[in-house]
T-cell receptor, first 115, second 112 residues
Framework: DAGVTQSPTHLIKTRGQQVTLRCSPK?????VSWYQQALGQGPQFIFQ???????QRGNFPDRFSGHQYPNYSSELNVNALLLGDSALYLC??????????????FGPGTRLTVL | GENVEQHPSTLSVQEGDSAVIKCTYS??????FPWYKQELGKRPQLIID?????GEKKDQRIAVTLNKTAKHFSLHITETQPEDSAVYFC???????????FGTGTRLTIIP
């Protein structure tokens, strides 16, 4: 049973470029959340996707957008990259019907460096 | 929105001693409090969680306590071992809300 997977593992971009990160949820899960973890900080919630729609969004600008496919996999897109976007981007999957205490399982993350 | 504070930011304990990490939250509507362990370069992994209708939960050497009145919760690790060295994050989730709000983390170092 595969856990949450993310690609790529590492990515280096320059300011102003655009990036797409990918996530495949744990088998049986239908909900994907994205978090940004800056160095030495806790993860910050970006948004969550369920049934191919953004269900909830954190305090991130519109440069951050996403998508969820019918197979529940998800993408995170960041446009007009800034130096401050350098971080570990974590994807977490869960089951919508898991109830109010459902666990979110994290992927290994994508380390994005913006030069 | 919810705000979670975590202390201390770093903690060093002798192997075999106990470690305690404390968190406070701001929104009384929070009802779920997980703790994650993140080893260097690895993903956060859930080690224990507690629901708002429970005051304490234990799993072998790990326990979590919750004080809803004071809006704080704590992680207790007993008989610490070198493999307990990692960064620990507390988090809180408001009922009906999907996002987890994390603390800033505690770097725990176990001294052999």
């Amino acid at each position: 049973d595969a856990g949450v997977t993310q690609s790529p593992t590492h990515l280096i971009k320059t300011r102003g470029q655009q990036v797409t990160l990918r996530c495949s949820p744990k088998s049986g899960h239908d909900t994907v959340s994205w978090y940004q973890q800056a160095l030495g900080q806790g993860p910050q919630f970006i948004f969550q996707y369920y049934e191919e729609e953004e269900r909830q969004r954190g305090n991130f600008p519109d440069r951050f957008s996403g998508h969820q496919y019918p197979n529940y996999s998800s993408e995170l897109n960041v446009n007009a990259l800034l130096l401050g976007d350098s971080a570990l981007y974590l994807c977490a999957s869960s089951l919508a019907q898991g109830g109010p205490y459902n666990e979110q399982f994290f992927g290994p993350g994508t380390r994005l460096t913006v030069l | 929105g919810e705000n979670v504070e975590q202390h201390p930011s770093t903690l060093s304990v002798q192997e075999g001693d106990s470690a305690v990490i404390k968190c406070t939250y701001s929104d009384s509507a929070s009802n779920y409090f997980p703790w994650y362990k993140q080893e260097l370069g690895k993903r956060p992994q859930l080690i224990i969680d507690i629901r708002s209708n429970v005051g304490e939960k234990k799993d072998q050497r790990i326990a979590v306590t919750l004080n809803k009145t004071a809006k704080h919760f704590s992680l207790h690790i007993t008989e610490t071992q070198p493999e307990d060295s990692a960064v620990y994050f507390c988090a809180a989730r408001i009922f009906g809300n999907e996002k987890l709000t994390f603390g800033t983390g505690t770097r725990l170092t176990i001294i052999p």
